[in-house]
């Protein structure tokens, strides 16, 4: 008897966005897991149609199924305020983007999903319909209760982020002995169970250009980041830093270490999506239940045109099953398990 299919619970993100086509271009290939849409049926057979691919959409009833035929979705149905225009968010539509994102959170949580794999959404789209929104991993950890690490991996480079959607101006304030040092441990034990590193090497960037210049510009090192280096390294972590941000992604220092911890959004993810942009997936580390995405966003200006690429969806779909298949099997205990020397193929751990 075959296996069962692992359950990913995919969201559509925001509805006149890339994201409804690049569900129906997941669903086109022989991926082998029960693929289950939630959202507005309507709005996948239009994105369908805009693709000039066919979709067969079958309500969801929660059986386990052990082959997936191309081309068919699972669906649970959460409609639509008002119909799509694509290109132009519509505020209306705020609530069903959340409510998508609500059952895709809770029903991991209940065990109805082995994985949740979201498409983009507009922040803005949601802030202008008057509900406070940061983005997806401000909101899984919310529903969670939990504390989180945002992490974007590509096949060459692991980078995680001490802050994420916040003005530049707020980062300094944001960069604590505590919250870096809650954020390198999530960090630490997430790399150990779900990637199965025995020992992460994990290279921490100073805030300040050449990690503050012994103070000169700059004290947020001298003061924060190496006393709290330290204290981590005699908890048995392998830390590199902090390390000047500008030398630090040079071959010669990616072969040291498993993942970088950077400060702020755009000081490492830059790097990571020039070389990697259609190959890199964006990870919520430290809850209770796997979430990939992808690492762009709307494109509002591909919207409707069927032309918008798949790839970054698909390798997230892919990690995520490579993650929920680690989490079945991973019975040694960590001190057992075998170093990964680094990260490989998108099919496989990132």
Do not use: W
């Not at 959340?98 to 029903?107: H, I, V």
């Not at 000169?216 to 006393?227: A, F, S, W």
Request: glycine share 8%; proline share 7%; charged share 20%.
């Amino acid at each position: 008897m075959n296996a069962h299919l692992p359950r990913l619970a995919v969201t559509a993100g925001e509805p006149a966005g890339i994201g409804p086509e690049l569900l129906i271009r997941l669903a086109a290939t022989p991926l082998a897991a029960t693929l289950v849409a939630i959202t507005d049926p309507a709005l996948l057979q239009r994105a369908a149609a805009r693709c000039g691919l066919h979709v067969e959409l079958i309500d969801d009833d929660g059986t386990m199924q052990s082959l997936r035929r191309p081309g068919t979705l699972r669906l649970h149905h959460v409609p639509l305020a008002v119909e799509e225009v694509p290109g132009q968010p519509d505020p209306r539509n705020a609530n069903h983007i959340l409510a998508t994102l609500n059952e895709a959170a809770d029903g991991c949580m209940a065990g109805r999903y082995a994985a949740v794999v979201t498409a983009p959404l507009q922040k803005a789209s949601i802030n202008d319909a008057g509900i406070r929104f940061s983005g997806h991993t401000e909101f899984f950890a919310e529903r969670a209760h939990a504390n989180v690490v945002m992490m974007l991996a590509s096949p060459e480079l692991r980078v995680a982020l001490a802050t994420t959607h916040l003005p530049l101006a707020a980062v300094s304030t944001a960069i604590t002995r505590e919250s870096v040092g809650r954020t390198l441990r999530i960090l630490h034990a997430e790399l150990r169970a779900k990637f199965g590193i025995a020992e992460p090497r994990i290279a921490v960037l100073g805030l300040n250009p050449h990690a503050g210049e012994a103070g000169h510009l700059g004290r947020e090192e001298i003061d924060t980041l190496i006393p709290l280096l330290d204290e981590l390294r005699g908890e048995g972590m392998q830390l590199l830093g902090p390390l000047p941000a500008d030398t630090a992604f040079v071959p010669a220092q990616r072969r040291h270490y498993d993942a970088v911890l950077a400060m702020y959004h755009d000081q490492a993810l830059p790097v990571l999506k020039s070389e990697a942009f259609d190959r890199t997936v964006n990870l919520t580390l430290g809850l209770p239940f796997i979430r990939t995405s992808v690492d762009h966003g709307t494109a509002l200006d591909l919207a409707g045109t069927g032309t918008a690429d798949p790839a970054s969806l698909i390798a997230a779909a892919r990690m995520a099953m490579e993650l929920i298949a680690r989490s079945a099997s991973f019975a040694a205990p960590l001190g057992e398990t075998v170093r990964n020397e680094g990260p490989s193929s998108p099919e496989a751990t990132p």
